[in-house]
């Protein structure tokens, strides 16, 4: 076997016949599986014991050698070797082929590569391979021409006429024999000839065939590979059999497929030795053909072979494909052991890094490490009466149990997973009952709540493990959201009305206006009563005396003394900021002490504030009647003028709607002046606890207008609130509404999904990689506008971003932050105070770093709040990021009214067709040179000229799309002249890179920013960069590369710099943007890209190109079972040696010594992995 952790990179190619008879154990030639009587595999069958290995451990087939010491014996009766039974699942066997057939991968495939080397179209291909046709192979002196196809009846005529002068035949063999003349040094020369004078298709025509060409010339792979001689079988145990009850077998499709192969093979052995008539052995070759195609992709070709009830059989292709495949269902994601699930229920008196596991599931998940512990403290003599004794459940094992578990983190995960907070470590504390108990603030991370939802439970095994899941995934060290950096445990619910309740103010309280000289004090007389919890005191806090409440007070006795004392209420808003500002001045375990504190006091207070709702409490205002009877007549007046002829239903209608519209806000208005402040309803809304004003309007103002099933406002207003009760029509009305939220929550669900999956997939392999690339580049940034509102403020921008040059200040031209620094909260607002707009700033964008980005380029890791570390996934984090408020977005389309009607697409299926560089729905035309604008209207046609220096340019502008320039205005090229979204690949080819990247930026933001999520730019820009890694080679000069071919950008700055300093001519290039989807299948990982989609169309081309997968990215790790080349797995962490002091300097003296002499050394051992690592965290290691 292959030692996985071993090797660096992993290549694919074509098997030659030899290849596959030297992996094979032996020649599989009869269709049998089992014997029906004995059950044990027929010899020379698809089972065989003597190919493949003994069904049972050290067991040889007739039963003469039995057990371990006759291991590795073949047995001379039945020839069977003794060894294990697990063989049967490693060992290939073959099948020899009497006639060639072709490889339908290959001959089938868009585009067909069989087709393009030969030069054949792929339908005269399938007549031949399918013994339709002839095809000429040598044409001797006749005037017929090389692979030319001949009918039946056209070859006996050609026959009789030039007897055996000219040679042809049908069916693989004539193909291959055709494949095997090729001389690719010679074709290649040809068609790079043909490339320099042909134009038009023939030139496109020949570029791919010399892809193809030049695929088999540098690989080492030979054309004629692609038709098989011998066929390899998969081993047994891969493609098992198994007995059912009632003494039925059950079957893998695959042993079908290759039982019609065998049949129909062996039958044409026999009709070849029996000479039959040429005519039934082309049918029984062409079946073999079919059976053969079947076997690798049923259903490629035809008909599929269909099992009992009419089911197309798994072939071996389908065993890769798809999310039940090979790749998706094993490879990538496996079940794995010590793992357990449960129901959860809320722990309120956790801590912030515990959570309950139920003790029985504790039991069986810690089982070996109870029995190890209750051998080595005596409780049992040896491993096998630990086991009777943890299965019995004897009360010594509970007390072990408490001890295995003091110091191990268990981690705990809710579907779906959407990003990294959906898995977090905790320390167990066991608890009874059978459901695992979950602190409440970490609920948002996970987005569980307790209504039923489940939860699973991992073990982290080794010592390794157990310190990334303490240090590292804790839920106490995950604080922050890696998407925006804001607190993401902040309170919630009952606990911000409990710290809202004891934080509020009364006028006229008991006790008001009295002194107290401490906290002490003040709270010995809100316990005698003497004071109300919400009276307005004087007490001495710090030295001064404070105007405050006891309930403030009591609030301040959990707030760090750092932060001052808060004196104002407390609501979600300023409860996120307060446990923000801890964690950035104070760390973890304060900030995780602070938020327990909180919880505390914030469930104690609610109970205590006895908050409930009753109808009482929801109070219609007074003043509804009057203000639905004055709409009421003014919708009168409209109507009439309607009914006269004065007004156009459209008016009418954005009338109507107008009217109704002022009356439900006036009717809020009116609500909130009548609301007691000590409402509980207007409690919870406005402290963020649950609700908002818009549910309170519904409740006891008016609903307002609804929307009908395709988002059009209807006319007619729901009148009455919750309160009063709907009409029957009211209520039919409202179903609409609700109807469509749900069918649109269920598809943007599985929409969000897919998108996350494939914003993973592009950005996997983006990984920090080293401290600083050097680039002398970067992207100037300011603020984000739509129309006047500023969707993204210029601070949130730059705040953890390097700078490029030195930010000097516009007034004075003093240094505000110097070049190569971190812009800090405090950095930022002094560019803001100075009135600075616009600030260069490094970007991953610009980034340098070759597979990844450098830690000065992607700046402040949002989790930490610190500079991103070498190692970091950033790539996986960025999707995450992006993709997990995704089912937040709306799908909606907007309705512009108008004459054309245009949708202007928004939500998800804007941020899908940004990321997919897809041409937009109501696109707008952008103008192409600079100029001065002229629009004209001529017999109908609206055009806009634009006339530059030197061209004029003319656009046709389309009826119903709204121009957004003036006559005489000055225009610029790639401004946009209609109202629309703009295509990324004009914009790119009018522009250039910079302007796409910035234009595609500032509109996933906006969608994203219009539904309230906030998402750090560094996310999108990791996407961005992704889809514009690769050029477009135009002129190949004299380089090895093709023109039309895609190549990442590094690669062809390499390459130009390898011909230029040989003296030769470079290859020219456009920047190209391709859409996620795209931009992952054109990775170099064959791996990732087949694991991604379309598997069977990447590894054919992967394996004609000979392709190395150089296993950079984290799916190719993943899959073949290596650590993943980030974090702790990459390298640079991988080797370092612990030491003591004295071992070091003698390391260090020896690496002297070597250096001088010129030898290079690469490891030099780190004392306690201090300088390799650039701060791995050391100091959170307790």
């Not at 490339?195 to 030979?222: D, M, P, W, Y």
């Not at 490490?369 to 010594?396: P, T």
């Amino acid at each position: 076997m292959l030692d996985v952790s071993n090797f660096e990179q992993m290549r694919i190619g074509l098997a030659s016949p030899e290849q596959i008879r030297a992996w094979s154990s032996g020649e599989v030639k009869k269709p049998e599986t089992i014997n029906y009587r004995t059950l044990k595999p027929e010899r020379d069958g698809l089972f065989c014991e003597r190919i493949f290995g003994p069904t049972k451990d050290w067991e040889c087939h007739c039963g003469k050698y039995k057990r371990v010491r006759y291991k590795g014996i073949i047995c001379d009766r039945c020839g069977v070797e003794v060894t294990r039974a697990k063989v049967r699942r490693e060992r290939l066997g073959h099948i020899e082929l009497a006639a060639p057939v072709s490889h339908i991968w290959y001959f089938k495939g868009i585009p067909s590569r069989m087709g393009l080397l030969l030069d054949m179209s792929p339908r005269s291909l399938e007549k031949v391979l399918y013994f339709v046709s002839y095809v000429v192979i040598d044409p001797g002196d006749t005037p017929l021409t090389k692979k030319q196809l001949l009918t039946e009846s056209e070859y006996r005529e050609n026959k009789e006429k030039y007897g055996n002068r000219f040679r042809a035949g049908m069916g693989a063999e004539a193909i291959k024999e055709l494949l095997e003349e090729i001389d690719l040094d010679k074709l290649s020369q040809e068609l790079r000839n043909e490339l320099n004078e042909a134009t038009g298709q023939r030139k496109v025509r020949a570029i791919r065939r010399l892809e193809v060409v030049e695929a088999f010339r540098k690989s080492g792979n030979r054309p004629e590979w692609m038709i098989l001689e011998v066929i390899p079988v998969i081993p047994p145990e891969l493609r098992p059999m198994v007995q059912l009850d009632g003494g039925r077998f059950a079957t893998s499709d695959l042993n079908d497929l290759y039982r019609r192969v065998i049949n129909r093979n062996n039958r044409l052995k026999r009709l070849l030795d029996l000479g039959a008539p040429d005519i039934i052995v082309r049918n029984e070759k062409r079946m073999l053909q079919e059976a053969v195609d079947a076997l690798i992709d049923n259903g490629r070709r035809g008909r599929p072979v269909t099992g009992p009830g009419n089911r197309p059989l798994k072939s071996l292709s389908d065993m890769l494909k798809g999310k039940q495949g090979r790749f998706r269902q094993n490879l990538l994601g496996k079940r794995v052991d010590y793992s357990g699930r449960s129901v959860i229920v809320v722990g309120p008196e956790l801590k912030l890094h515990q959570c309950g596991l139920p003790k029985e599931m504790a039991l069986e998940l810690f089982k070996p490490f109870v029995m190890k512990r209750l051998v080595s403290q005596g409780y049992a003599h040896n491993i096998k009466s630990a086991k009777r004794m943890v299965e019995r459940v004897r009360n010594e094992v509970w007390d072990v149990l408490e001890d295995v578990i003091k110091e191990h983190p268990v981690l705990l995960n809710r579907a779906p997973t959407l990003h990294r907070l959906g898995i977090q470590a905790f320390e167990p504390v066991l608890v009874e009952g059978r459901a695992i108990q979950i602190h409440p603030l970490v609920c948002t991370g996970y987005n569980a709540d307790f209504d039923g939802d489940q939860m699973a439970v991992h073990v982290p095994l080794s010592a390794e493990a157990q310190a990334e899941a303490r240090i590292l995934m804790l839920s106490s060290h995950n604080i922050l959201n890696p998407k925006d950096g804001r607190p993401v445990v902040a309170p919630t619910q009952d606990m911000v009305l409990g710290c809202y309740y004891l934080t509020i103010d009364e006028e006229g309280a008991k006790g008001e206006g009295k002194y107290f000289r401490d906290f002490n004090e003040a709270y010995y007389a809100y316990e005698s009563g003497v004071i109300d919890l919400h009276a307005h005191i004087k007490v001495r806090v710090n030295g001064k005396l404070v105007d405050t409440t006891v309930g403030r007070l009591i609030f301040n006795q959990v707030i760090p003394p750092e932060l001052g004392f808060i004196n104002e209420v407390v609501g979600k808003k300023i409860l996120a900021e307060i446990v923000g500002k801890c964690y950035r001045r104070l760390g973890y375990e304060r900030t995780a002490a602070l938020l327990d504190g909180i919880k505390k006091l914030g469930f104690s207070y609610a109970t205590k504030a006895g908050i409930t709702v009753g109808i009482t409490d929801v109070a219609v205002p007074p003043e509804k009647p009057d203000i639905l009877a004055r709409a009421d007549a003014e919708v009168d007046k409209v109507e009439q003028q309607y009914r006269r002829g004065l007004i156009t239903e459209d008016e009418r209608y954005d009338k109507i709607t107008g009217i109704w519209q002022r009356a439900t806000e006036e009717v809020t208005e009116s609500l909130l002046k009548h609301l007691d402040r000590l409402n509980p309803i207007y409690m919870m809304a406005n402290s963020g606890a649950r609700g908002n004003i818009q549910q309170i309007r519904q409740l006891a103002g008016m609903r307002g207008l609804m929307a009908d099933p395709s988002g059009q406002i209807i006319d007619v207003p729901i009148k009455a609130n919750f309160r009063e009760g709907l009409t029957v029509l009211e209520y039919f009305t409202s179903t609409h509404g609700a109807r469509k939220g749900l069918a649109d929550t269920a598809l943007r669900t599985a929409d969000s999904g897919y998108l996350t999956r494939r914003l993973v997939d592009v950005a996997q392999d983006v990984i920090v990689r080293e401290a600083d690339c050097g680039t002398s580049e970067g992207i100037f940034v300011e603020e984000i506008k739509d129309g006047d509102d500023v969707i993204e403020k210029l601070s949130e921008r730059i705040i953890g971003r390097y700078t490029l040059l030195p930010v000097l200040h516009p007034e004075t031209g003093e240094e505000i932050v110097p070049a190569d620094t971190e812009i800090t909260e405090e950095y930022a607002e002094k560019i803001i105070e100075a009135g600075i707009k616009k600030v260069l700033i490094r970007s991953v964008l610009t980034c340098k770093t070759r597979y990844g980005t450098c830690q000065k380029c992607y700046g402040r890791n949002l989790a930490t709040g610190f500079t991103v570390e070498i190692g970091e996934a950033v790539g996986i984090m960025a999707a995450q990021s992006i993709g997990e408020p995704g089912t937040q977005l709306t799908m909606r389309t907007f309705h512009t009214g108008g004459v054309a009607g245009e949708d202007i697409t928004q939500g998800l299926p804007r941020v899908e067709e940004l990321f997919e560089a897809r041409k937009p729905k109501g696109q707008a035309i952008i103008a192409e040179n600079d100029g001065i604008v002229t629009i004209q209207e001529s017999k109908g046609k609206r055009e806009i000229e634009i006339a530059g220096y030197d061209e004029k340019r003319t656009y046709q502008i389309p009826f119903g799309s709204r121009i957004k320039v003036e006559n005489g205005q000055y225009v610029e090229a790639g401004e946009e002249l209609t109202e629309g979204s703009v295509n990324p690949h004009d914009l790119l080819q009018v522009k250039g890179i910079t302007a796409v990247q910035d234009y595609l930026l500032r509109e996933v933001q906006r969608v994203y920013r219009m539904q309230g999520v906030d998402i750090n730019d560094k996310h999108i820009e990791v996407m961005i960069r992704q889809m514009l890694r690769k050029v477009k080679v135009e002129e190949s000069g004299d380089t090895d590369l093709l023109p039309g071919g895609l190549i990442e950008v590094f690669d062809f700055e390499e390459e130009n710099a390898r011909v230029l300093a040989e003296g030769g001519e470079p290859a020219s290039a456009k920047p190209v943007i391709l859409g996620i989807t795209k931009a992952s299948l054109a990775t170099d990982s064959f791996l990732s890209a087949a694991s991604f989609q379309e598997t069977t169309r990447v590894l054919t081309e992967a394996s004609i190109k000979g392709k190395i997968d150089p296993l950079l990215g984290l799916k190719e790790n993943v899959i073949i079972g290596k650590l993943i080349p980030a974090g702790t797995g990459m390298s640079r962490y991988r080797n370092i040696k612990v030491m003591s002091e004295q071992e070091v300097n003698a390391a260090q003296t020896a690496g002297e010594a070597q250096t001088e002499q010129g030898g290079a050394h690469e490891e030099v051992p780190v004392a306690a992995a201090e300088e390799d690592t650039e701060k791995l965290e050391v100091q959170n290691i307790k």
